[in-house]
């Protein structure tokens, strides 16, 4: 490391240790550094990494001794996320998602979910929720907040009190810079609850989310299930996207995807008075003669949207928001993270914070920044046509599980 990257450095981890004694200070010190060497979360990796003139048996059991200390995760992530907040623009998208960190041959360790495992999970698990900011137009993301949690744990009430706590932490800490794009799972786990709806009735919370059909929302006065209203809404603007399926010989063949999209306001029954828009978006595969997919339908927080450019933006946004999951995925498993070996709780969690940290001074200060397309290589590795066409290979789940269709259709 230069002098200059090192300066920028022992700023970086003061920061990220603010508050914390000295032993503290050089334990974060030396696991940054020990994943940044090792590409690696397991501690005996780490302690190898750091190349001590004193047996590495001697500096796992310091490190592992040092992993322990009270209170050190919530300083981690609260230091963090004061300075990933700064760097969160006005109208940054924030994908916010949940995923099961699943340990399959772990049988000890503390609040593990395994006798009550939960259904969406085959192997003992604990939650996580990643808020992660996303630059559309350079493909660069950053992580922004984590919370891991264990339905096991003492003071666990459900996964929805986890979620809104993050994300209340979150929109507080960028003081209400930045747009949340929830993900399926998310927006499912805290619809209708206490604190989202207290979120929204907030101006300075913004977000975008998949909503279900049987939701109930009021349209112009009345009550009614989101799957009534998407034929009320006119769809005025239109735009072509672009994946890779796989045809009937298994190859990757480039395909558009056409899209048409509006949006009507509507409200919650719970805040009549603040204004959303429910966004609509038809889509078809001209190649494969399917015109009759069911209509996307997203709820944003934003009142007004008649522009075709701001309604786009949201629109290509939400369709990224698979990929940029994907690629934060790839990102944490370049350092193995699904490897992680600690048997208590907050070791846990300690570790996943200074494992964000760490892949933050990577992008933020290192300027190391491959883009989402570039984590998610192996979804898109062909290269377009040529063309001057705007493309993007980001679609929704519901439209990739058309490939299987389109490949008999195609062939």
């Known amino acids: 490391m230069s002098k200059s990257k090192a300066v920028k450095f022992y700023e970086f981890t003061d920061q990220l240790a603010a508050g914390l004694g000295k032993v ?8 940054v550094v020990g994943m940044l060497r090792s590409r690696s979360v397991r501690i005996w990796d780490i302690a190898a990494a750091l190349d001590r003139p004193v047996r590495i048996h001697a500096t796992h059991k310091r490190l592992s001794r040092n992993l322990a200390r009270q209170a050190l995760a919530d300083t981690i992530s609260r230091n963090l996320l004061s300075m990933t907040a700064r760097r969160v623009e006005q109208d940054m998208p924030l994908v916010t998602h949940v995923y099961p960190l699943q340990k399959k041959y772990a049988r000890k360790m503390e609040f593990l979910v395994d006798d009550e495992r939960s259904p969406e999970t085959e192997y003992p698990a ?13 493909g660069v993301l950053m992580p922004v907040a984590a919370h891991l949690w264990s339905r096991n744990a003492p003071d666990y009430v459900d996964d929805s009190e986890e979620i809104g706590r993050v994300l209340k932490r979150v929109q507080e800490a ?27 009735s907030r101006d300075a919370f913004r977000f975008v989310t998949a909503v279900s059909g049987r939701v109930e929302l009021l349209y112009e ?29 298994n190859t990757e063949v480039e395909t558009a995807v056409v899209c048409s999209f509006g949006s009507n306001e509507v409200s919650l029954p719970e805040t009549p008075d603040k204004p959303l828009s429910l966004i609509v978006v038809d889509w078809d595969i001209p190649s494969a003669r399917r015109t009759e997919g069911e ?16 309604l786009a933006g949201i629109v290509e946004t939400e369709f990224q928001v698979p990929d940029v ?5 790839s990102q944490k498993e370049a350092f193995n993270f699904s490897q992680v070996r600690v048997l208590t709780y907050d070791r846990l969690r300690v570790l996943l914070g200074l494992l964000h940290a760490t892949i933050y001074f990577e992008v933020a200060v290192l300027k190391r920044r ?3 397309r570039e984590w998610t290589r192996s979804l898109n590795e062909l290269s377009p046509r040529v063309g001057d066409h705007p493309r993007s290979f980001m679609v929704p ?6 490939d299987a269709v389109i490949s008999v259709q195609a062939s």
């Open 24 to 31: 503290s200070v050089r334990f974060v010190r030396d696991v």
């Open 325 to 329: 999951v994907r690629a934060i995925g």
């Open 397 to 402: 789940d519901e439209m990739r599980e058309v």
């Open 295 to 310: 209509p996307l339908v997203y709820l944003s927080s934003e009142p007004t949207l008649k522009d075709r450019e701001q």
């Open 221 to 249: 006065g009345h009550l009614k299930f989101v799957n009534e209203i998407p034929p009320l809404v006119e769809r005025p603007f239109g735009v072509t996207t672009y994946k890779w399926i796989r045809d009937g010989e």
């Open 126 to 138: 604990y939650q996580v929720c990643e808020v992660v900011a996303y630059d559309p137009t350079s």
């Open 174 to 200: 960028t003081a209400g810079r930045g747009v949340f794009f929830l993900d399926a799972d998310v927006g499912a786990l805290i619809w209708g609850t206490k604190l989202f709806t207290s979120l929204v």
């Open 370 to 372: 491959p883009t989402v």
